[in-house]
């Protein structure tokens, strides 16, 4: 069992950052791959990014791809999103989820075990 609870989120203003961090606690999370995901209103949760559990491979949604990088410090027990050059599109609630699936990187909500309560990013135009 794993806990994870997100945090970093905010208003930003468009062209802005942010970084997300996702703190994990009770199994260590270096034993799951790790993603993050995102549901804006009234759409459906959307893959965002995923990093395999050594934090070697990674893996993106093909319209973030460049200015989101998703990274992991199994040390601290804690993954990472940066996000760059945000954009009033970006806003939603991110998730981090973590997965004990045998794939590298992990795409599919159905593959993740757990869920964090999620972290509200709101970017302003």
């Known amino acids: 069992q794993v806990q994870l609870v997100e945090s970093g989120g905010g208003l930003v203003q468009a062209g802005g950052s942010l970084r997300l961090s996702c703190a994990a606690s009770g199994r260590t999370s270096s034993s799951y791959a790790m993603g993050w995901f995102r549901q804006a209103p009234e759409k459906e949760r959307e893959f965002v990014a995923a990093?395999?559990?050594?934090?070697?491979?990674?893996y993106y949604a093909d319209s973030l791809r460049g200015r989101f990088t998703i990274s992991r410090d199994n040390a601290k027990n804690t993954v990472y999103l940066a996000m760059n050059s945000l954009k009033p599109e970006d806003t939603a609630v991110y998730y981090c989820a973590a997965s004990s699936s045998p794939y590298t990187t992990v795409v599919a909500q159905t593959r993740y075990d757990y869920w964090g309560q999620g972290t509200q990013v709101t970017v302003s135009s």
């Open positions: 990093v395999s559990r050594s934090g070697d491979s990674t």
